[in-house]
Each structure stands twice: as C-alpha cells, then as structure tokens.
C-alpha cells in the first residue's frame, strides 16, 4: 500500500444525504458495490441524514450491505440487552465509564466481520463511538512488541463468577454444562470446571491477522482491552484485591501463559489512542464498520445515548 493511497483514506468514509435523494434503501441497492469498496479500503462508512425507519429499517440496512441476516451475539463478554430479533444495545456499562478501543468477538475463533451501530439516540455530551485503522496501529506498534505477539501469539483467561459479572450461562447462552464444553472444544478454548458451578477458559489467539480482502497485516486482537492494566485503575485496584490476579474475570496473556509486561500494554494503548478518531453523534446515524480494519469503543457520556448495534457476514 503506497503512502498516497494510506493518505486518501477518511476514518470514517461519510455518505450523507444529498439534496432530492433522501431514498436510503434505494442507493444502498444502487451504490452497495461502491459503499463494499470503500468499506474494504477506508475501514468504516457513515451514512448520515437519512430517514432509517427505525430498528426494522436497521435490521434492513444490515441485511441489503452484508446480504445477510444479522449474526446472534454469541460468547458473550459484556453485557448487552435484545431490542429486536438479533438488534441489541451496545455495551450496558455505566455511562462515565469508557470502553477501550477493540475489535468485535476477536478473542473467538470466528468473529463478525461487519459491525452496524444505529444511533436512536444521541448522547447530551461526549459519547462518542472513536475509531481506530488497525493496519495504523500496527505499524506504530515496535517491531520488537510486534515480533513478541506474533511468535507467542496472546492468551485471554477468564474466570466465570455467579456473583460477579457475566456469568457463563449467560456468555454462552445455556445452562448445560455439556453444551458449553462441547462449543468450547469445537472452538479451541481450553475450559476448567471450578467448585460446584465455577468455569475458568482459556484461548489461545494470534495477535495479527491478514486482511482477507486487501492482504494487509491488521494489529486483531483483545490483548490490550482485556488486560487488567487498561481497566480504570481504582477499578483495577477493587478488582485485584476482590479476586487476586489468578481469578480476574477476564486477563490477557502471552500465548505460552508468560506475563505481559505493563510497559507494553500501556504502549499498544497510546499506539491505539494514536490512532484513533472520533465525530458526534446525530440521530438516525447508521455507522458500518470492517471489524478487521477498524476498532471501535466508546467515550463516557452524558444524557440518554442508545446506540443499537448488530453483527454480520461471520469469518469462516
């Protein structure tokens, strides 16, 4: 990729509604091989000021871009709620929380390759959905941490509290403990039974990927956003004396089960913070994300924000 092409990229890549032309599903049948293309070079596209119709005219949009249904949201590490069919909210976290930067599902063995968030409502303040080029990030990060991940690849260990959290019945989607050990070994997920309903995980992931579309070598992963260091630091602090290290709802790994050090993860985050750009909300905003070329997270936020999201086009 040439540094002039890397120039002409727009994170994200805004179509707004042009005067007489207010028939949304009209041009995303006439222009979705324009809108494919520049999704697959730019990483995101916005489409702006037009009348969606509401959750049934998002599902529809999801359903005309990807030619598909919307994917269930399966494996579940945070919680969300169902609007509709397989439309839900975005994360359910306390408004002045922020979510880091990361990419849909990349901690599973196959992960939705389109993401649509639908803004019903904006927020008062902030709240914000920043974005982040992933072949950006990874080419800020050092080589030598580069080097590291991809020959030790990452781990992420979660741990699965009935008090705390989200439960595994709810991350999977079932109470049989024989499901969930099934999906687990299809899926390469080592799984731990602990005590009399406790459930330990752990999966092995490669931290770069290459873009199936483009070529390009993309930073995929949750080795940053799941590491303890990136959660807040009095939360951080609650959360290791609560639990100790061994039992964190969720921490991140090299590949060999070796530490990371927090000198790197604080690194891949100012490489992602680098990288990253934000724009405001307006309602009835339909934002269409490449989730292998472009992290998403979330600004904390006032007033009544609700961003609906939905899943397409799995990886394999």
């Known amino acids: 990729m040439t540094s002039a092409a890397q120039a002409s990229r727009v994170l994200p890549r805004v179509i707004e509604r042009a ?11 006439r222009d979705r091989a324009e809108i494919r293309r520049r999704l697959a070079d730019d990483g995101a596209v916005l489409l702006r ?8 005219g998002f599902d529809r949009v999801v359903r005309t871009v990807s030619g598909a249904s919307p994917l269930a949201y399966a494996e579940r590490s945070s919680p969300r709620s169902t609007i509709k069919g397989r439309v839900y909210t975005s994360t359910d976290y306390p408004a002045d929380e922020e979510i880091f930067l990361h990419n849909e599902n990349s901690y599973q063995s196959v992960w939705p390759r389109t993401l649509y968030f639908y803004c019903i409502e904006p927020p008062a303040a902030q709240g914000a959905t920043p974005l982040a080029d992933v072949r950006e990030v990874y080419r800020r990060i050092d080589p030598s ?8 690849r990452w781990m992420v260990v979660r741990n699965f509290h009935e008090d705390f959290g989200t439960y595994w019945c709810d991350a999977f989607g079932t109470a049989d403990r024989d499901a969930v050990t099934a999906y687990c070994r ?10 009399a ?6 999966a092995v992931r490669d931290a770069v990927h290459v873009h199936p579309v483009s ?4 930073w995929f992963n949750h080795a940053t956003f799941f590491h303890i260091t990136t ?3 009095d939360v951080a602090e609650g959360l290791l004396e609560a639990f100790g290290e061994d039992e964190l ?6 590949g060999d089960g070796g530490r990371i050090p927090d000198d790197v993860v604080a690194h891949l985050r100012d490489c992602y913070r680098a990288a990253s750009v934000r724009y405001d909300w307006r309602r009835d905003d339909v934002l269409v994300v490449d989730n292998m070329l472009a992290a998403h997270g979330r600004e904390p936020f006032s007033g009544r924000r609700k961003i609906a999201v939905a899943m397409a086009e799995p990886s394999a």
């Open 19 to 29: 005067d007489g032309d207010a028939d949304l599903f009209g041009l995303l049948e």
């Open 49 to 56: 000021g037009f009348a969606v119709g509401g959750v049934d």
């Open 145 to 152: 941490v580069r080097e590291e991940f991809e020959r030790r």
């Open 186 to 195: 299809e899926r390469d997920i080592e799984i731990e039974w602990r005590g």
């Open 197 to 202: 309903d406790g459930l330990r995980t752990r």
């Open 215 to 218: 070529g390009e070598r993309v």
């Open 231 to 233: 959660r807040d630091p």
């Open 249 to 254: 709802p969720s921490n991140t790994y090299y």
